[in-house]
T-cell receptor, first 114, second 113 residues
Framework: DQQVKQNSPSLSVQEGRISILNCDYT??????FLWYKKYPAEGPTFLIS?????DKNEDGRFTVFLNKSAKHLSLHIVPSQPGDSAVYFC?????????????FGQGTTLQVKP | NAGVMQNPRHLVRRRGQEARLRCSPM?????VYWYRQLPEEGLKFMVY????????ESGMPKERFSAEFPKEGPSILRIQQVVRGDSAAYFC???????????FGQGTRLTVV
């Protein structure tokens, strides 16, 4: 049972344009959502997060939006840069006392073309 | 401050052999998590340990897999009698407390031939 789903395996955008990565979840008990970025042969690197009590969190070029009623979140990157090319994972957790136990989506490979 | 260190980075084992994967958490971190990533899939939680204790092993296969985090030294993920289906990338993450952010290591890529 895939509780966190990233339905787009890949996304290609032009440098300078907006990248929008999507994520859907099924478990209404998730209280915290995170996005990780992963380069080949490296571990995931934390990018940005959002608590379930918020609907938006922004950090520089990265903004995460949460729509609880639709059980959907998205990551916006603007403007996109070639160095953003990587695999992006959406992750969710249940409860604030177990921050390392995360449920990951399958990942979306982003390619930003110069 | 060194990050989470995993070794070896690459490990090749023949079917039936044992694989030992090591994880040294970040300095000051006493919580360790192990994840497995199969090809074309996301990371799957395996086990959560604190020093000398297994807190949550709900993601560990019932047989052949074990994990420990001794008082001294790194955390070890041990896979006995490996099979080809164990070939994957194994990631370790650590956190300072149970309610602080976890940081990932670079992973160990296990190949069973």
């Amino acid at each position: 049972d895939q509780q966190v789903k990233q339905n787009s395996p890949s996304l290609s955008v032009q440098e300078g344009r907006i990248s929008i990565l999507n994520c859907d979840y099924t478990n209404s008990m998730f209280d915290y959502f995170l996005w990780y970025k992963k380069y080949p042969a490296e571990g995931p690197t934390f990018l940005i997060s959002i608590s379930s009590i918020k609907d938006k969190n922004e950090d520089g070029r990265f903004t995460v939006f949460l729509n609880k009623s639709a059980k959907h979140l998205s990551l916006h990157i603007v403007p996109s840069q070639p160095g953003d090319s990587a695999v992006y994972f959406c992750a969710a957790r249940v409860g604030s006392s177990n921050t390392g136990k995360l449920i990951f989506g399958q990942g979306t490979t982003l390619q930003v073309k110069p | 401050n060194a990050g989470v260190m995993q070794n070896p980075r690459h490990l090749v084992r023949r079917r039936g052999q044992e694989a030992r994967l090591r994880c040294s958490p970040m300095k000051g971190h006493s919580h360790v998590y192990w994840y497995r990533q199969l090809p074309e899939e996301g990371l799957k939680f395996m086990v959560y340990l604190q020093k000398e204790n297994i807190i949550d092993e709900s993601g560990m296969p019932k047989e052949r897999f074990s994990a420990e985090f001794p008082k001294e030294g790194p955390s070890i993920l041990r896979i006995q009698q490996v099979v080809r289906g164990d070939s994957a990338a194994y990631f370790c993450a650590s956190s300072k407390n149970s309610d602080t952010e976890a940081f990932f290591g670079q992973g160990t890529r296990l190949t069973v031939v």
